[in-house]
C-alpha cells in the first residue's frame, strides 16, 4: 500500500498484538473460559441494574469533571482512611480514571520525559511499553522467573541509575 498522507504513521509501529487480544481469540478458537481479563458471563446483580436507572433518571449521565465526581472523591477518601487509617485530599490526591489503563497511562505520561527511564517487572502488563515509549522513555525490564517470581535485587540495583524515573510496582503481581 502506498503512503497515504490522510493515514499518519503509527507512533509505535512495532507494538504488535497485545496478549489480551491473542488469549481472547484462543479462548473463542477452544471454547475455553477466557481468564485473560475481565469477561463476565453473567449479568449484573438486578440492585445495580436498579440504582444505575435511578441515577441516569436523576441526571447524572453527563460527563463528569475531569478528576471524577466529587461526591466520589469524597468517598474513596473516606474509604482509604478507613482502611488504612489515611485520608487522602479528595481535591489534590484523588482522581478517578475509567480504568486502569487510563490510570497507568496517566500516571506514566505525567512522570516519563524523553530519555527517563522505568523499571517494570516481568511478566508484566502489556500497556506499560507503549505508554513508556510514547513518553519518550526508555523501558528497562527485570524477569520475575519461576518458581517464585522473586525480585532479583541484584538485577534491580543494576538498573537504577541517574535517568532512572519511575519504578512499576504491580502487587500481588500480574499475570502471576
Not at 98 to 117: C, H, K, M, S, W
Not at 140 to 149: E, G, N, Q, S, V
Amino acid at each position: 500500500m502506498r503512503n497515504n498522507p490522510l493515514i499518519p504513521k503509527s507512533k509505535l509501529p512495532n507494538l504488535g498484538t497485545t496478549i489480551f487480544t491473542q488469549m481472547s481469540a484462543l479462548a473463542q478458537k477452544h471454547q475455553a473460559i477466557n481468564l485473560s481479563q475481565g469477561f463476565p458471563d453473567f449479568d449484573g446483580p438486578r440492585y445495580l441494574h436498579e440504582r444505575l436507572a435511578y441515577h441516569v433518571a436523576q441526571g447524572a449521565n453527563q460527563y463528569a469533571p475531569m478528576t471524577g465526581a466529587q461526591a466520589l472523591r469524597e468517598a474513596i477518601a473516606d474509604k482509604t482512611a478507613e482502611i488504612y487509617g489515611y485520608r487522602p485530599d479528595d481535591v489534590s490526591d484523588i482522581t478517578v480514571t475509567a480504568g486502569a489503563t487510563e490510570a497507568l497511562y496517566a500516571a506514566i505520561t505525567a512522570l516519563v520525559r524523553a530519555g527517563d527511564e522505568v523499571i517494570c517487572f516481568d511478566p508484566s502488563y502489556d500497556s506499560y511499553a507503549p505508554a513508556v515509549a510514547l513518553s519518550g522513555g526508555v523501558l528497562k525490564r527485570i524477569a520475575l522467573t519461576p518458581p517464585h517470581f522473586r525480585v532479583d535485587w541484584q538485577a534491580f540495583s543494576a538498573l537504577l541509575s541517574e535517568r532512572t524515573r519511575l519504578v512499576i510496582l504491580n502487587t500481588p503481581h500480574n499475570p502471576t
